[in-house]
Nanobody
């Protein structure tokens, strides 16, 4: 079955860390552009990190550069997002998503060809 299942979201204090994980199945992880997309309350989705197809590199949105790191493990079929120095503005539902190309940062979820159910990250004191 082709699917993405996220886990790891939680309530964390500002300055804390979380690691999100996306378990993938049914497809070759290296054959797609893989994204972490977040949607904050009242806002549209935006990708925060991506791993290019075929191991072509990783990219980060400006708000998370230097704090977040994406990991693609083809052997384990997982896509992780290590998030450090979390801020209240990082509060959002985080989705793992795949696409066949580079997508604009604020593309709607429907532009991705597959996404998971999301995991909630709340950063609050």
């Amino acid at each position: 079955q082709v699917q993405l299942v996220e886990s790891g979201g939680d309530l964390v204090q500002p300055g804390g860390s979380l690691r999100l994980s996306c378990a993938t199945s049914g497809f070759d992880l290296n054959s797609y552009w893989m994204y972490w997309v977040r949607q904050a309350p009242g806002k549209g989705p935006e990708w925060v990190s991506l791993a290019a197809v075929g191991g072509g590199g990783t990219y980060y949105g400006d708000p998370v550069k230097g704090r977040f790191k994406i990991f693609r493990d083809v052997a384990k079929n997982t896509l992780d997002l290590q998030m450090n120095v979390l801020r209240p503005e990082d509060t959002a539902v985080y989705y793992c998503a795949r696409a066949r190309s580079w997508l604009a940062k604020k593309s709607p979820l429907q532009d991705y060809d597959l996404w998971g159910q999301g995991t909630q990250v709340t950063v609050s004191a």
